[in-house]
């Protein structure tokens, strides 16, 4: 059995990821999105079954495919589809993981026919969206919560704030500043920063790897 717990160090502990971008309708055919792939989420996923949890991967658009066949996933569009989503899960499960592109604007109203080119100029007026991660970290009670920071300047204060503002017990701080990292890559460039702050920067590595190291963290706090 000791065998057993140390392949499946994750067995019987629950997970909610989120991964993916959102896609906000403008009108029936187009929509505000971003390049977020969903590999980030689906590494994490697959990872977090392959050591034994039972997973719930809130994904938004994707062409990914979850390889562990134990995970269930919940294919959403919206961020508000998103957030409605996390919150039937969140409640149940004892550890967060938000790697989703959340749009953080969206139309304020969707038009119901397609919008006709007409004049030279054109906007569209836009409110925010939900934050899902602050809402998570509003609602926790035990959850270990862990959310991503995507900065391109004052990196290391701002993800504090982030950590701060949302709950969060553990940030993964994002740096776009390397070229092999990010949205549409199959690097990443992480800094972990957890709630005392402290700092502990990685190597450019593949998404599965940082995947590996970010499920290190949750076994590491469940031992
Ligand atoms: N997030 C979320 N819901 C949103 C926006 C963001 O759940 N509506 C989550 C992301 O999944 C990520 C974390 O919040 O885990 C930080 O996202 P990020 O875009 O870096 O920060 P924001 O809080 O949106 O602030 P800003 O974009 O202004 O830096
Ligand atoms: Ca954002």
Excluded: W
């Amino acid at each position: 059995e000791a065998d057993l717990e140390s392949k499946l160090p994750l067995k019987g502990k629950k997970i909610l990821i989120t991964a993916g971008p959102t896609y906000e309708a403008i009108d029936p055919v187009r929509f505000i999105g971003n390049h977020s792939s969903g590999k980030m989420g689906f590494d994490i996923a697959n990872a977090a079954a392959d050591l034994g949890a039972s997973v719930v991967l809130v994904s938004g658009p994707t062409h990914f495919k979850a390889k562990n066949t134990s995970i269930k996933v919940v294919s959403v569009v919206s961020a508000q589809e998103m957030y409605d989503a996390c919150h039937l899960y969140f409640d149940d499960v004892d550890v967060a993981v938000a790697a989703a592109a959340v749009a953080d604007y969206k139309p304020k109203v969707v038009a119901s026919q397609k919008i006709k080119k007409a004049a030279d100029e054109f906007s569209i007026e836009l409110e925010k969206t939900k934050d899902i991660l602050l809402s998570l970290g509003n609602t926790k009670k035990n959850q270990y919560l862990i959310g991503f920071a995507l900065e391109t300047e004052n990196e290391i204060e701002n993800a504090k704030l982030k950590i701060q503002k949302k709950n969060l017990d553990l940030i993964v701080l994002n740096s776009l500043q390397d070229e092999g990292a990010g949205f549409k890559k199959e690097t990443n460039k992480i800094t972990f920063i957890d709630k005392n702050f402290k700092i502990e920067p990685m190597e450019l590595k593949s998404k599965e790897l940082v995947a590996a190291d970010i499920l290190n963290k949750v076994i590491s706090h469940f031992s």
